[in-house]
Protein backbone atom coordinates (compact mmCIF):
# COMPACT_ATOMS: atom_id res chain seq x y z
CA UNK A 1 0.00 0.00 0.00
CA UNK A 2 1.12 3.45 -0.86
CA UNK A 3 1.91 6.09 1.99
CA UNK A 4 -1.49 8.05 0.58
CA UNK A 5 -3.94 4.66 0.50
CA UNK A 6 -2.71 3.94 4.48
CA UNK A 7 -3.37 7.40 5.43
CA UNK A 8 -6.93 7.45 3.44
CA UNK A 9 -7.56 4.39 5.71
CA UNK A 10 -6.38 5.99 8.92
CA UNK A 11 -8.50 8.64 8.26
CA UNK A 12 -11.50 6.71 7.26
CA UNK A 13 -11.02 4.80 11.05
CA UNK A 14 -11.19 8.29 12.66
CA UNK A 15 -7.48 7.97 13.65
CA UNK A 16 -6.14 10.86 11.91
CA UNK A 17 -7.94 13.43 11.55
CA UNK A 18 -8.29 15.47 7.75
CA UNK A 19 -5.88 18.55 8.43
CA UNK A 20 -3.03 15.86 9.84
CA UNK A 21 -4.18 13.86 6.56
CA UNK A 22 -3.56 16.74 4.40
CA UNK A 23 -0.36 17.70 6.34
CA UNK A 24 1.41 14.29 6.45
CA UNK A 25 0.12 13.55 2.43
CA UNK A 26 2.30 17.25 1.77
CA UNK A 27 5.19 15.87 3.66
CA UNK A 28 5.48 12.83 2.09
CA UNK A 29 5.24 14.44 -1.81
CA UNK A 30 7.87 16.85 -0.54
CA UNK A 31 9.75 14.86 1.30
CA UNK A 32 13.68 14.23 -0.48
CA UNK A 33 13.98 11.11 -2.22
CA UNK A 34 16.79 9.09 -1.88
CA UNK A 35 19.16 7.99 -4.20
CA UNK A 36 21.56 5.37 -2.40
CA UNK A 37 20.61 2.37 -4.64
CA UNK A 38 20.72 4.42 -7.70
CA UNK A 39 24.38 5.62 -6.54
CA UNK A 40 25.50 2.15 -5.56
CA UNK A 41 24.15 0.22 -8.77
CA UNK A 42 26.48 3.19 -10.47
CA UNK A 43 29.19 2.78 -8.55
CA UNK A 44 29.36 -0.69 -8.95
CA UNK A 45 28.28 -0.45 -12.85
CA UNK A 46 31.52 1.80 -13.05
CA UNK A 47 33.80 -0.95 -11.56
CA UNK A 48 32.41 -3.61 -13.96
CA UNK A 49 33.08 -1.12 -16.95
CA UNK A 50 36.51 -0.23 -15.32
CA UNK A 51 37.70 -3.66 -15.18
CA UNK A 52 36.39 -5.09 -18.97
CA UNK A 53 37.79 -1.85 -20.16
CA UNK A 54 41.19 -3.15 -18.50
CA UNK A 55 40.63 -6.46 -20.28
CA UNK A 56 40.64 -5.23 -23.31
CA UNK A 57 42.89 -2.87 -23.11
CA UNK A 58 45.47 -5.97 -22.22
CA UNK A 59 44.10 -8.19 -25.48
CA UNK A 60 44.76 -5.30 -27.82
CA UNK A 61 48.02 -3.79 -26.55
CA UNK A 62 49.92 -6.62 -24.94
CA UNK A 63 52.16 -6.87 -27.95
CA UNK A 64 52.95 -3.16 -27.80
CA UNK A 65 53.55 -2.35 -23.85
CA UNK A 66 55.03 -5.48 -23.30
CA UNK A 67 53.45 -8.61 -20.67
CA UNK A 68 55.96 -7.09 -18.13
CA UNK A 69 54.59 -3.53 -18.02
CA UNK A 70 50.81 -4.47 -18.28
CA UNK A 71 50.98 -7.13 -15.44
CA UNK A 72 53.46 -4.45 -13.19
CA UNK A 73 50.57 -1.24 -13.62
CA UNK A 74 47.69 -4.02 -13.02
CA UNK A 75 49.30 -5.44 -9.98
CA UNK A 76 50.01 -2.06 -8.51
CA UNK A 77 47.06 -1.28 -9.16
CA UNK A 78 45.21 -4.24 -7.10
CA UNK A 79 47.83 -3.53 -4.38
CA UNK A 80 46.90 -0.05 -4.02
CA UNK A 81 43.06 -0.67 -3.99
CA UNK A 82 43.44 -3.55 -1.61
CA UNK A 83 45.61 -0.68 0.81
CA UNK A 84 43.02 1.51 0.54
CA UNK A 85 40.26 -0.72 1.76
CA UNK A 86 42.53 -2.35 4.20
CA UNK A 87 42.83 1.06 5.31
CA UNK A 88 39.25 2.08 5.99
CA UNK A 89 38.48 -1.89 6.69
CA UNK A 90 35.22 -2.01 9.23
CA UNK A 91 36.00 -3.04 12.92
CA UNK A 92 36.17 -6.91 13.15
CA UNK A 93 32.64 -8.42 14.76
CA UNK A 94 30.56 -11.64 14.27
CA UNK A 95 27.33 -9.36 13.18
CA UNK A 96 26.86 -7.29 10.11
CA UNK A 97 29.14 -4.15 9.66
CA UNK A 98 30.43 -1.25 7.35
CA UNK A 99 33.23 -0.05 6.17
CA UNK A 100 34.72 3.36 7.37
CA UNK A 101 35.14 4.91 4.13
CA UNK A 102 32.18 5.17 1.61
CA UNK A 103 34.27 4.16 -1.17
CA UNK A 104 35.70 1.10 0.43
CA UNK A 105 33.45 -1.71 -0.44
CA UNK A 106 34.26 -0.28 -4.51
CA UNK A 107 37.95 -0.29 -3.19
CA UNK A 108 37.77 -3.99 -2.24
CA UNK A 109 35.66 -5.43 -5.74
CA UNK A 110 37.59 -3.50 -7.54
CA UNK A 111 40.95 -5.39 -6.20
CA UNK A 112 39.38 -8.72 -6.71
CA UNK A 113 38.05 -8.16 -9.95
CA UNK A 114 41.98 -7.20 -10.52
CA UNK A 115 43.17 -9.99 -9.21
CA UNK A 116 41.35 -11.76 -11.64
CA UNK A 117 42.42 -9.81 -14.61
CA UNK A 118 46.22 -10.33 -13.38
CA UNK A 119 46.23 -14.16 -12.68
CA UNK A 120 44.55 -14.86 -15.98
CA UNK A 121 47.03 -12.67 -17.55
CA UNK A 122 49.82 -14.24 -15.93
CA UNK A 123 49.02 -18.09 -16.94
CA UNK A 124 48.10 -16.99 -20.30
CA UNK A 125 51.55 -14.68 -20.59
CA UNK A 126 53.75 -16.95 -18.57
CA UNK A 127 52.22 -19.72 -17.85
CA UNK A 128 52.79 -19.39 -14.26
CA UNK A 129 50.26 -22.75 -12.75
CA UNK A 130 51.50 -24.79 -15.50
CA UNK A 131 48.92 -27.73 -16.29
CA UNK A 132 46.93 -27.40 -12.92
CA UNK A 133 43.91 -25.51 -14.31
CA UNK A 134 42.77 -26.19 -10.46
CA UNK A 135 44.85 -23.57 -8.75
CA UNK A 136 43.80 -20.65 -11.32
CA UNK A 137 40.32 -21.28 -9.69
CA UNK A 138 41.05 -22.37 -6.03
CA UNK A 139 43.43 -19.49 -5.52
CA UNK A 140 40.42 -16.60 -5.93
CA UNK A 141 38.57 -18.79 -3.54
CA UNK A 142 41.10 -19.43 -0.86
CA UNK A 143 42.04 -15.58 -0.82
CA UNK A 144 38.50 -13.91 -1.45
CA UNK A 145 36.26 -16.14 0.99
CA UNK A 146 38.29 -14.45 4.12
CA UNK A 147 38.48 -11.36 2.40
CA UNK A 148 34.81 -11.69 2.31
CA UNK A 149 34.58 -12.32 5.66
CA UNK A 150 36.99 -9.68 7.29
CA UNK A 151 35.56 -7.23 5.26
CA UNK A 152 32.19 -7.97 5.50
CA UNK A 153 31.03 -8.30 1.70
CA UNK A 154 29.03 -10.00 0.33
CA UNK A 155 29.80 -9.30 -3.46
CA UNK A 156 32.99 -10.80 -2.54
CA UNK A 157 31.51 -13.64 -0.81
CA UNK A 158 29.92 -14.43 -4.36
CA UNK A 159 33.11 -14.25 -5.93
CA UNK A 160 34.84 -17.04 -3.78
CA UNK A 161 31.73 -19.20 -3.67
CA UNK A 162 31.67 -19.04 -7.70
CA UNK A 163 35.49 -19.68 -8.01
CA UNK A 164 35.31 -22.67 -5.27
CA UNK A 165 32.39 -24.41 -7.93
CA UNK A 166 34.36 -23.80 -10.63
CA UNK A 167 37.10 -25.75 -9.29
CA UNK A 168 35.39 -28.49 -9.10
CA UNK A 169 34.41 -28.48 -12.78
CA UNK A 170 30.99 -27.63 -12.33
CA UNK A 171 29.07 -25.11 -14.83
CA UNK A 172 25.87 -24.07 -14.02
CA UNK A 173 23.63 -23.01 -17.49
CA UNK A 174 20.31 -23.85 -16.37
CA UNK A 175 18.65 -22.77 -19.27
CA UNK A 176 20.85 -25.00 -21.41
CA UNK A 177 20.65 -28.45 -19.28
CA UNK A 178 19.23 -30.59 -21.00
CA UNK A 179 21.00 -30.01 -24.22
CA UNK A 180 24.78 -28.59 -23.62
CA UNK A 181 26.07 -29.16 -20.15
CA UNK A 182 28.30 -30.94 -18.13
CA UNK A 183 25.89 -32.69 -16.55
CA UNK A 184 26.13 -35.39 -18.58
CA UNK A 185 29.05 -36.77 -16.47
CA UNK A 186 27.86 -38.47 -13.44
CA UNK A 187 30.61 -37.53 -11.10
CA UNK A 188 30.02 -34.09 -11.67
CA UNK A 189 26.88 -34.18 -10.86
CA UNK A 190 28.18 -36.09 -7.75
CA UNK A 191 30.74 -33.19 -7.06
CA UNK A 192 27.81 -30.45 -7.00
CA UNK A 193 25.73 -32.11 -4.87
CA UNK A 194 28.03 -32.50 -2.79
CA UNK A 195 29.50 -29.05 -2.39
CA UNK A 196 26.43 -27.56 -2.37
CA UNK A 197 25.23 -29.42 0.49
CA UNK A 198 28.70 -28.62 2.05
CA UNK A 199 27.80 -25.09 1.34
CA UNK A 200 24.58 -25.17 2.92
CA UNK A 201 25.20 -27.21 6.17
CA UNK A 202 27.92 -24.58 6.30
CA UNK A 203 25.54 -21.63 5.77
CA UNK A 204 23.00 -23.07 8.53
CA UNK A 205 26.12 -23.80 11.02
CA UNK A 206 27.48 -20.40 10.85
CA UNK A 207 23.92 -19.00 10.66
CA UNK A 208 23.58 -21.12 14.42
CA UNK A 209 26.73 -19.27 16.07
CA UNK A 210 25.31 -15.93 14.75
CA UNK A 211 28.67 -15.15 12.44
CA UNK A 212 27.50 -13.28 10.09
CA UNK A 213 23.99 -14.59 10.06
CA UNK A 214 23.22 -12.40 7.02
CA UNK A 215 25.90 -14.22 4.59
CA UNK A 216 22.80 -17.04 4.59
CA UNK A 217 21.21 -15.43 1.87
CA UNK A 218 23.87 -15.71 -0.54
CA UNK A 219 25.21 -19.44 0.46
CA UNK A 220 21.74 -20.42 0.23
CA UNK A 221 21.32 -18.33 -3.03
CA UNK A 222 24.68 -19.83 -4.72
CA UNK A 223 24.26 -23.02 -3.81
CA UNK A 224 20.76 -23.96 -3.10
CA UNK A 225 20.88 -23.09 -7.27
CA UNK A 226 23.73 -25.22 -7.73
CA UNK A 227 22.14 -28.42 -6.08
CA UNK A 228 18.42 -28.21 -7.50
CA UNK A 229 20.30 -27.76 -11.07
CA UNK A 230 22.72 -30.89 -10.49
CA UNK A 231 19.31 -32.95 -9.21
CA UNK A 232 17.45 -31.59 -12.63
CA UNK A 233 20.25 -32.71 -14.32
CA UNK A 234 20.73 -36.01 -12.72
CA UNK A 235 16.94 -36.70 -13.25
CA UNK A 236 17.49 -35.37 -17.05
CA UNK A 237 20.32 -37.89 -18.16
CA UNK A 238 20.68 -40.83 -15.92
CA UNK A 239 17.29 -42.93 -16.37
CA UNK A 240 18.73 -45.62 -14.44
CA UNK A 241 18.60 -44.40 -11.13
CA UNK A 242 16.40 -40.95 -12.04
CA UNK A 243 14.10 -42.27 -9.20
CA UNK A 244 16.77 -40.88 -6.74
CA UNK A 245 17.29 -37.72 -8.13
CA UNK A 246 13.60 -37.05 -7.93
CA UNK A 247 13.46 -37.85 -4.57
CA UNK A 248 16.53 -35.77 -3.81
CA UNK A 249 14.62 -32.89 -5.61
CA UNK A 250 11.28 -33.28 -3.49
CA UNK A 251 13.09 -33.15 -0.65
CA UNK A 252 15.22 -29.91 -1.09
CA UNK A 253 12.29 -28.05 -2.91
CA UNK A 254 10.53 -28.75 -0.02
CA UNK A 255 13.26 -27.66 2.47
CA UNK A 256 13.85 -24.64 0.68
CA UNK A 257 9.52 -24.14 1.29
CA UNK A 258 9.83 -24.83 4.46
CA UNK A 259 12.70 -22.45 5.23
CA UNK A 260 11.45 -19.72 3.47
CA UNK A 261 8.08 -19.98 6.10
CA UNK A 262 10.14 -19.93 8.98
CA UNK A 263 12.35 -17.19 7.36
CA UNK A 264 9.37 -14.80 6.90
CA UNK A 265 7.51 -16.29 10.84
CA UNK A 266 11.38 -15.13 12.04
CA UNK A 267 12.63 -12.01 10.38
CA UNK A 268 11.52 -9.14 8.28
CA UNK A 269 13.52 -10.23 5.07
CA UNK A 270 10.44 -10.94 2.87
CA UNK A 271 12.15 -10.41 -0.16
CA UNK A 272 14.72 -13.07 0.66
CA UNK A 273 12.39 -15.70 1.81
CA UNK A 274 9.73 -15.44 -1.33
CA UNK A 275 13.19 -16.07 -2.87
CA UNK A 276 13.79 -19.69 -1.38
CA UNK A 277 9.86 -19.87 -2.13
CA UNK A 278 10.36 -19.29 -5.76
CA UNK A 279 13.43 -21.18 -6.04
CA UNK A 280 11.20 -24.45 -4.66
CA UNK A 281 8.45 -23.78 -6.61
CA UNK A 282 10.40 -23.76 -9.93
CA UNK A 283 12.89 -26.38 -9.85
CA UNK A 284 9.77 -28.60 -8.44
CA UNK A 285 7.70 -27.46 -10.77
CA UNK A 286 10.48 -28.56 -14.11
CA UNK A 287 11.38 -31.48 -12.21
CA UNK A 288 7.95 -33.16 -11.51
CA UNK A 289 6.41 -32.17 -15.11
CA UNK A 290 9.84 -34.07 -16.57
CA UNK A 291 8.78 -37.28 -14.64
CA UNK A 292 5.28 -37.07 -15.23
CA UNK A 293 5.64 -36.88 -19.34
CA UNK A 294 8.79 -38.43 -19.79
CA UNK A 295 8.75 -41.41 -17.07
CA UNK A 296 5.12 -41.72 -16.50
CA UNK A 297 4.45 -40.98 -20.16
CA UNK A 298 1.13 -38.93 -19.02
CA UNK A 299 1.68 -37.37 -22.71
CA UNK A 300 0.13 -40.81 -24.15
CA UNK A 301 -3.31 -40.14 -22.99
CA UNK A 302 -3.35 -37.48 -25.71
CA UNK A 303 -2.32 -34.10 -26.96
CA UNK A 304 -4.97 -32.91 -25.03
CA UNK A 305 -3.48 -33.36 -22.16
CA UNK A 306 -0.75 -31.00 -22.68
CA UNK A 307 -3.04 -28.02 -22.81
CA UNK A 308 -4.90 -28.78 -19.81
CA UNK A 309 -1.89 -29.78 -17.78
CA UNK A 310 -0.13 -26.50 -18.08
CA UNK A 311 -3.40 -24.50 -18.17
CA UNK A 312 -4.64 -26.13 -14.40
CA UNK A 313 -1.13 -26.50 -12.70
CA UNK A 314 -0.51 -23.04 -14.38
CA UNK A 315 -2.87 -21.40 -12.19
CA UNK A 316 -2.25 -23.32 -9.13
CA UNK A 317 1.06 -22.14 -9.01
CA UNK A 318 0.61 -18.68 -9.71
CA UNK A 319 -2.30 -18.89 -6.72
CA UNK A 320 -0.03 -20.58 -4.65
CA UNK A 321 2.51 -17.77 -5.18
CA UNK A 322 -0.28 -14.93 -4.43
CA UNK A 323 -1.32 -16.68 -1.36
CA UNK A 324 2.30 -16.86 0.24
CA UNK A 325 3.01 -12.98 -0.26
CA UNK A 326 1.88 -10.95 2.63
CA UNK A 327 -1.11 -9.24 2.45
CA UNK A 328 0.20 -5.73 1.81
CA UNK A 329 2.33 -6.83 -0.86
CA UNK A 330 -0.69 -8.93 -2.83
CA UNK A 331 -2.68 -5.52 -2.49
CA UNK A 332 -0.33 -3.72 -4.58
Not at 218 to 225: D, E, R
Request: a neutral charge.
Amino acid sequence: MSPNDVLSELSKQGIVAPAQQTEIAEIEQKKPFSLHWELRSMLYLGILLLSSGLGLLVYDNFDQIGHGALLAVIALACVGCFIFAWRFRPEWTPGQTKSRSSFGDYALILACLLFLTLEGYAQYAYNVFGTRYGLVTLLPAVLFLPLAYRFDHRGVLGMALTALISWVGVTVRPLELYFKTNFFDQKTVYSAIGLALVLIGLALGLERQRIKPHFTYTYLTIAGNLLLVALLGGLFNFEDVWEWFALGLAVTCVAFDQYARRERRLSANVAGSFVYLLISVVYGYIGFTYVVFHYLRLGSLGDNIYYWYFILTGIALVYYLMSQLPKGNRSA
